[in-house]
């Protein structure tokens, strides 16, 4: 009985390794194929009409639709959506970065001119019409051109300083190159627009201080990402549910952020409609907590993530991360089916984001 158990488990074991082994060489050769698909992309964007290149963003993702990755993009939304359909869903998610990678190379080489974009703003915060008054905009991993409005000038007359995560510009493998074409261009796309904008990217201490000082200082605006999964060092997040994911590690920064400077966060959910306008979908403001809170980390952090999920919920299609499979949105209740997690379930560990000197 030990040796027909033993025999299973070296059985289940090679099995396991094999399906690795596998779903790894599916990864990496569909990271090499986006890669060479956005090469191909970019002379379209840079030399055909706006139509032309689009159609050609959307046959990758096409393309890509009846690959296994395909297959596992629709996998995951007919689990997360059943009461959509999912193939439409997978295939807008898969064409999405295309698309982006689009609208950036024409934003770069100057034939897109976001100035001449139609904006719709749903409750747009006061605080913003104030030339003098600083805060956090706090927004998620959606359409890449829709995000793009938020550095227009008219949308955000302040200081701007936008946060990215690190860009790998070293690295040959399949994925660092993808992220690196497509991280890159969003951020030539933005310098674009915004000529004096400040890039920080995340992670070295000095960046957070300089965040800080600027945020102090009147008149300034920091744009941050605050959805990402926080992979870095987990002990320093917080895990959660979030979309569809049951469990994601997600960063207490943005939050942290805002206690230290004492600067207030506006959410920020955008999208592009079907006639081409960019919606912008404002949260009333999150004052900051008290200095010497830290707990209260937690708390504007679901706020903000709340905020972010229904998003997704909403919009799949327009989310540039991975949904996940474990939770259901439900239609009739407009909501992720799951529970959010007991706040005291969060981690007591410092941040990233730690108190200047």
């Given at each position: 009985?030990?040796?027909?158990?033993?025999?299973?488990?070296?059985?289940?074991?090679?099995?396991?390794?094999?399906l690795r082994r596998y779903r790894g060489a599916v990864k990496q050769t569909g990271d090499l194929v986006r890669v060479a698909m956005l090469a191909l992309l970019r002379p379209a964007a840079i030399y055909l009409p706006r139509r032309w290149a689009l159609a050609l963003a959307d046959l990758a993702g096409r393309a890509f639709h009846v690959t296994p990755i395909g297959a596992r993009v629709r996998r995951s939304m007919r689990s997360a959506f059943p009461d959509r359909d999912?193939?439409?869903?997978?295939?807008?998610?898969?064409?999405?970065p295309f698309r982006d990678y689009v609208v950036a190379t024409q934003i770069k080489s100057g034939r897109e001119r976001p100035s001449q974009w139609q904006i719709e703003h749903r409750n747009f915060p006061d605080l913003l019409r104030d030339p003098i008054a600083s805060a956090i905009i706090a927004t998620g991993h959606f359409s890449r051109q829709s995000m793009s409005g938020l550095y227009l000038p008219s949308v955000v007359p302040q200081k701007l300083t936008t946060v990215i995560a690190p860009i790998d510009r070293t690295s040959r493998n399949a994925r660092a190159l993808r992220l690196r074409l497509l991280m890159g261009g969003m951020v030539d796309a933005i310098k674009r627009i915004r000529g004096d904008?400040?890039?920080?990217?995340?992670?070295?201490?000095?960046?957070?201080?300089?965040l800080v000082r600027n945020l102090r200082a009147p008149g300034h605006v920091v744009i941050i990402a605050a959805d990402g999964a926080w992979q870095r060092d987990k002990a320093s997040g917080y895990e959660r549910a979030f979309a569809g994911h049951a469990k994601r590690n997600v960063a207490l920064g943005t939050a942290r952020l805002a206690r230290i400077s004492q600067r207030p966060i506006v959410t920020c959910v955008t999208y592009v409609e079907a006639d081409g306008r960019i919606v912008m979908d404002w949260g009333a403001p999150i004052a900051p907590a008290d200095k010497a809170d830290a707990a209260a980390d937690v708390r504007?952090?679901?706020?903000?993530?709340?905020v972010f999920e229904r998003a997704v919920g909403a919009r799949p299609g327009q989310y540039v991360l991975p949904i996940g499979e474990e939770r259901r949105w439900s239609e009739a209740a407009q909501c992720w089916m799951d529970a959010r997690p007991v706040v005291a379930q969060a981690s007591a560990a410092p941040s990233r984001i730690a108190e200047p000197a």
């Open positions: 009985m030990r040796l027909e158990a033993d025999k299973r488990g070296g059985w289940r074991a090679a099995g396991g390794s094999v999912a193939g439409a869903l997978a295939l807008e998610w898969l064409r999405g904008i400040e890039v920080a990217e995340i992670g070295a201490l000095s960046v957070i201080a300089q504007v952090t679901d706020l903000m993530l709340d």
